[in-house]
């Protein structure tokens, strides 16, 4: 099958730079003792997730259960929960899936650690716990080394959860344009976290893992950072919010659009707000990249003056957010020039529970 044959708006995955970018991320790694656990909400598609660890990936982190639910159910062995799962009807899952698959969640609360506890005791499952400590993001996470103490002493006593280690995400310099401001942050951060590792360490509790990381950064951490896991997501796919930073890694992701109408100062096309989302950069036109845009609930319109275009023409989209882009999809296309070679199901989009 050809692009061209595809009903617009499609999703498209450049397969030759989504593995150069794969590449660069080997790159990254190489040297530090960070082993790479991709974030699935980037892309919400189990195929990928597997294609991630047959490439060296050491598990597959997620931010929701439901999405925890789909990789075991597709054989992905090692998740990680990056999040809190607090709610009591979610327990019963979550301890059937820790039976199933090496599963670890994040905490911040001594009531949540127990119902946790109880929840794996029922079941007979076991689950590996990460305290999760606020590094500046200002949203979930406890705030004092002594607060990290006391829950990992906490679970250390309990005989259905292992006290895994730290998570520490720096989501507040992900997209931090002026590289002076995120590189001190980072330091700052790396500093913190090493601090707090010792400190924990030296009152006997040993930290297996430090978790944490992100597309925006990864390639300015030291080579001897205090992190174990990095949960990078992006680095596949990128986006506009991304190329803003000057990364090392290529544009792989578009959205293949028609255009409907024609205008002489315009061009209208089948893609919209519904479609692209407008959370972060705005989406951008390769063809038109400076041309003022305007947004819609099903269209976008270009102001382009005498373009030549004709309706049933087609254009590529750079998503403005990679992540929340692939989320409005049921499917992506791996491309290889103007090949399409697999069309993959996004099983996860929607399961925010």
């Known amino acids: 099958m050809q692009i061209t044959e595809l009903s617009t708006p499609a999703l498209l995955l450049d397969q030759t730079v989504m593995e150069e970018n794969a590449s660069i991320m080997k790159g990254v790694l190489q040297g530090t003792k960070m082993r790479l656990y991709p974030h699935y909400k980037s892309h919400k598609c189990p195929m ?65 650690i127990r119902a946790l506890e109880a929840a794996m005791a029922a079941e007979g499952g076991h689950l590996g716990i990460l305290v999760e400590y606020e590094v500046g993001m200002r949203r979930c996470g406890v705030e004092t080394f002594e607060e990290v103490l006391r829950l990992a002493r906490i679970i250390s006593t309990l005989p259905h959860l292992t006290f895994s280690g730290i998570q520490a995400y720096a989501g507040h310099i992900s997209h931090e344009e002026d590289g002076e401001k995120r590189r001190r ?37 030291p080579d001897d950072t205090v992190y174990t896991q990095l949960q990078a997501g992006s680095y596949l796919f990128m986006d506009s919010s991304y190329q803003a930073l000057g990364l090392p890694f290529r544009q792989a992701l578009y959205v293949l659009t028609s255009v409907v109408s024609v205008k002489p100062d315009r061009v209208v096309v089948d893609c919209g707000v519904k479609t692209l989302t407008m959370d972060q950069h705005a989406p951008f036109f390769p063809a038109f990249p400076d041309a003022e845009l305007s947004f819609s609930e099903e269209h976008t319109t270009i102001f382009a003056e005498n373009t030549e275009l004709l309706p049933g023409d087609m254009l590529l989209c750079v998503p403005g957010h990679c992540c929340t882009t692939i989320n409005t999809f049921d499917r992506i296309h791996l491309i290889q020039g103007e090949d399409v070679l697999h069309v993959w199901p996004i099983t996860s989009r929607g399961k925010a529970q």
Do not use: W
Request: net charge negative; glycine share 8%; proline share 2%.
């Open 48 to 112: 990928i997730a597997k294609m991630q660890i047959d490439q060296g990936a050491a598990g597959i982190t997620c931010a929701k259960l439901g999405e925890a639910d789909d990789l075991v159910r597709e054989g992905i062995q090692n998740v990680v929960i990056a999040n809190q799962v607090v709610q009591q009807e979610k327990l019963p899952l979550l301890a059937s899936l820790a039976k199933r698959a090496q599963l670890t969640v994040c905490v911040d609360d001594e009531e949540n």
């Open 185 to 221: 942050e980072l330091l700052r951060i790396e500093t913190e976290v090493a601090r707090l590792k010792g400190y924990l360490e030296e009152r006997g509790v040993p930290v297996f893992h430090v978790c944490g990381g992100s597309t925006g950064y990864c390639a300015e951490k």
